[in-house]
Nanobody, 126 residues
């Protein structure tokens, strides 16, 4: 049974930083593309970032480019999202996701990812 468990969310002031972690189990972690999505109240879940197998490729939403960094630790079955220069509009529940891919990163839509965590709340105060 695949499990993805996010942690590291919390309350931070605008301009601050947070690092989210997602611990995976029940899958051959190194064979999966990992992604982060977020969902703000009243809005649809949206793509944030993704990282391919072997960390060869990364992809970011325009809104977080140059502020967020996704990384993975295959030995520890964990994917991270380093978030810097946080803005109030970054407030959302952040979800970790995974999909098996031999190479590359799939389209930036929720339908392309097969497994999901329960999310962790990030709140950025102004």
């Amino acid at each position: 049974q695949v499990q993805l468990v996010e942690s590291g969310g919390g309350l931070v002031q605008a301009g601050g930083s947070l690092t989210l972690s997602c611990a995976a189990s029940g899958l051959t972690f190194a064979r999966y593309v990992l992604g982060w999505f977020r969902q703000a109240p009243g809005k649809e879940r949206e793509f944030v970032a993704a990282i391919s197998r072997n960390s060869t490729d990364t992809s970011y939403a325009d809104s977080v480019q140059d502020r967020f960094t996704i990384s993975r630790d295959d030995a520890g079955n964990t994917v991270y999202l380093q978030m810097n220069t946080l803005k109030p509009e970054d407030t959302a529940v952040y979800y970790c996701s995974a999909v098996f891919r031999t190479r590359g990163i799939p389209a930036r839509t929720t339908s392309q990812f097969d497994y999901w965590g329960r999310g962790t709340q990030v709140t950025v105060s102004s």
